[in-house]
Structures are given as structure tokens and as C-alpha cells.
């Protein structure tokens, strides 16, 4: 069982900045992959970001390339994404996301991918 927590979230303006985190506990050693995932009301959860093991390859959705970066610091069983340059649209309940996936770092952002998930943290952009 793998137990996952997420950290971060809050009210900001557009083009400002928040570190989201997320912290993984209980069996984590078999988690090849995690990510980030959105959702915002009346709308579907979306794949935002994803790493591999090892943090080598990253994979974002085309909306955050440029503003977002995703992370992991293993020794701490951390997962992070860094978000810069927010906009409105950027607003949803994001999601964390850990799982034992093969394949190519694109794969990555279907959640039907991952066994495991966080609880949320909320994040809204004004205008």
C-alpha cells in the first residue's frame, strides 16, 4: 500500500508562482513512475506532468510546457511541481499520482496508468 500526500496549494494571481508537493509513504519501492494530474470543475482529469524513476525524462502536457517542472528528490520520497507563470486556466484540484509503469515517458499522463493517488491540493488563478 502506498500512501500519498500532497502540499502546496492556494490562491494566487495570474503570472505568480507555487510549488506543490507531494510525499509518498509505504511501499514505494516497486513505483516506477509518478505525475501530476488536474481537475477542474465540469472537466475531465487531465495528465499535467510526469517523470521517470530516476527524474531523467520528464513528459509535459503542451498547455505548461515552458511554465511548469516537474520533480522528485527519492531520498526523500518527494514528488514536486514547480509552477510559474500561472494563468486562470491553470485553476483545478491537482492530483498526485504514483504507479509501477513501463514503457515510454508519454504513457505517463493516462491516469488510468496509476494505482495510486493523492487526496488533492486546490490551486486558483485570478485574473
Known amino acids: 500500500q502506498v500512501v500519498l500526500v500532497e502540499s502546496g496549494g492556494g490562491s494566487v494571481q495570474a503570472g505568480g508562482s507555487l510549488r506543490l508537493s507531494c510525499v509518498a509513504s509505504g511501499y514505494t519501492r516497486n513505483l516506477t513512475r509518478m505525475a501530476w494530474f488536474r481537475q477542474a470543475p465540469g472537466k475531465e482529469r487531465e495528465g499535467v506532468a510526469t517523470i521517470s524513476t530516476g527524474g531523467s525524462f520528464t513528459y509535459y502536457v503542451d498547455s505548461v510546457k515552458g511554465r511548469f517542472t516537474i520533480s522528485r528528490d527519492n531520498a526523500k520520497s518527494t514528488l514536486y511541481l514547480q509552477m510559474n507563470s500561472l494563468e486562470p486556466e491553470d485553476t483545478a484540484l491537482y492530483y498526485c499520482?504514483?504507479?509501477?509503469?513501463?514503457?515510454?515517458?508519454?504513457?505517463?499522463?493516462?491516469?488510468?496508468?496509476?494505482?495510486?493517488w493523492g487526496q488533492g491540493t486546490q490551486v486558483t488563478v485570478s485574473s
Open positions: 499520482a504514483a504507479g509501477r509503469i513501463l514503457g515510454s515517458i508519454s504513457v505517463g499522463l493516462m491516469a488510468a496508468n496509476y494505482a495510486y
